[in-house]
């Protein structure tokens, strides 16, 4: 597996792009701002990829259309409430399966806040809908989505670790409404990101949690609506993300972690869950995409 380090710029929005992948040029879509809160998708259905900012020093959710000539900036929604950092996790995904990229985000307040943004007409309109406003405290998420019980609609995954619990939203309808689920306790602020990946290839999504000490995933045994736990192994000293992918192509999920703590980027190999490093020089290490950037036919790993 290959090692992207991607080199993180304050008060500016940067796109990378690159000839033959060896060489990448860094162009300013958008400055100011201290943003965050990113996702990628072609938001209007032309066929180019697009991406969305919080621009924080505005208040404001942007998205940027990508044109033949440049970017152009559009706005989701003006929220006066946000303060500086406490909205993030921009992700997007079709939510209500309708066809188009929707955004879902956490405000990080006391109590938190999950929403989601519904794309309407290839996002000439954007219609907020709340998840949950009255969450404890939500660390922030990444691929948790996925059909959790079987009724084919996106439920979600994320940790409270104000009571420390894993807990999950059952979309009860349309992603309208919701219904919260205790799914397991565990130590309050020792974990902060779960994923979602099928940990066991049963064919049902499982949720992994990446602690500062350990490594696990509560195993979903549909048509039962009980979890169980099965651990992975010993953390990163400190895993703080965790990225599923199949990265020896062997046709089951690994997970790529990365140690907050140290300096190791690692990927953990399905069925045994042995520790293979990736990298021993990558001090508080992010791992964010994991995909084919060059179309060898391997994974490579972005932190």
Known sequence: MKLIKLEIILYAVLLYTGSGFAQWEGKTIAQG???NGW???DFNGD???DLTYNHLANQEILWF???PTGWNSNLIDGVPSFND?????GYSWDIDKDGDQDIIFIQFT????LFWYENILDAILWSKNVISDNIGLLTNMIANLADFDGDEDFDIAI???NIGMVVWFENTGGAVNWAKHDLAPIRPFQAYYVTVMDANSDGNADVVVTMRDSVFYFENQLPQTSWSKTTMGAALNGSYFGRGADVDNDGDFDLVTGGYNSSQVAWLDNPSWDVRIISDNTPQAFVGAVGDLDNDGDRHGMV
């Open 33 to 35: 701002g201290n943003g």
């Open 39 to 41: 996702a990628v998708a």
């Open 47 to 49: 066929g180019a990829v």
């Open 65 to 67: 259309e990508n044109t």
């Open 85 to 89: 950092a406490s909205l993030s996790a």
């Open 110 to 113: 006391r109590p938190s806040k």
């Open 159 to 161: 940790i409270d670790n």
